[in-house]
């Protein structure tokens, strides 16, 4: 069992940063592929990043802004957000699953764990 918490969320204005953490329990976080998603109001939740060995993935409307990064020593993964936009408003979840194909892992059926979110506003 793998228990994810999700911290650093805030309300932020246009164009400035925050850095998403994500701490997990389990000896085993090195092995461990993580992603973020993020679920908007009335919307479908939907991939951010994510994180498998030395790979990354992003999707393309986070691409050149996001940086997923991951410190095993602390069994944390990193979401550093730059140039943050209102529509990047958002409760953003941590998962946790076994490595996959990059497709696998855009995907929420790619994850077994789930952290509980956090809230991530970005004000005009």
């Known amino acids: 069992q793998v228990q994810l918490v999700e911290s650093g969320g805030g309300l932020v204005q246009a164009g400035g940063s925050l850095r998403l953490s994500c701490a997990a329990s389990g000896p085993t976080f090195s092995n461990l592929a993580m992603g973020w998603f993020r679920q908007a109001p009335g919307k479908e939740r939907e991939f951010v990043a994510a994180?498998?060995?030395?790979?990354?993935y992003y999707a393309d409307s986070v691409k050149g802004r996001f940086t997923i990064s991951r410190d095993n020593a602390k069994n944390t993964v990193y979401l550093q957000m730059n140039s943050l936009k209102p529509e990047d408003t958002a409760v953003y979840y941590c998962?946790?699953?076994?490595?996959?194909?990059?497709?696998?892992?855009?995907?929420?059926?790619?994850?077994?764990?789930w952290g509980q979110g956090t809230q991530v506003t970005v004000s005009s």
């Open positions: 998962a946790a699953g076994s490595r996959a194909t990059m497709y696998r892992l855009t995907k929420i059926y790619g994850y077994n764990y």
């Open positions: 994180i498998s060995g030395s790979s990354t």
